[in-house]
């Protein structure tokens, strides 16, 4: 019985950036490799499902930095209304204008 091989997602990249490139067969593909031809066409179709992801990755970053600026300027906005009603507070208990 054989054992079975396993591929690093790079490897799997760069043989399904192969498939894809249609310079050989997938027949010529699977013998390279020693992969059967309905794992090649499995890795090519996940690839193309997952495509959007390698542009998604930046702007998630993006989006991440984005939502915790908005978070911070939420959190001052509050502390800011929360100041004025005591300054108010005080100015009315005091008699300050």
Same mark, same amino acid.
């Given at each position: 019985?054989?054992?079975? +091989? @396993?591929?690093?997602?790079?490897?799997?990249?760069?043989?399904?950036?192969?498939?894809?490139? @249609?310079? =050989?067969?997938?027949?010529?593909?699977?013998? =390279?490799? #020693?992969?059967?031809?309905?794992?090649?066409?499995?890795?090519?179709?996940?690839?193309?499902?997952?495509?959007?992801?390698?542009?998604?990755?930046?702007?998630? +970053?993006? @989006?991440?930095? &984005?939502?915790?600026?908005?978070?911070?300027?939420?959190? &001052?906005?509050?502390?800011? #209304?929360?100041?004025?009603?005591?300054?108010?507070?005080?100015?009315?208990? @005091? #008699?300050?204008?």
């Amino acid at each position: 019985m054989k054992n079975r +091989r @396993s591929f690093t997602p790079e490897e799997k990249a760069r043989i399904t950036l192969e498939v894809l490139a @249609s310079e =050989k067969t997938l027949t010529e593909i699977a013998a =390279k490799y #020693g992969v059967h031809i309905n794992q090649l066409q499995r890795w090519k179709k996940q690839f193309l499902e997952n495509a959007g992801a390698a542009f998604k990755a930046e702007n998630s +970053r993006e @989006s991440k930095e &984005l939502q915790k600026i908005e978070e911070e300027k939420e959190a &001052l906005l509050k502390k800011v #209304g929360q100041l004025t009603i005591e300054v108010d507070w005080l100015k009315k208990k @005091s #008699g300050f204008k």
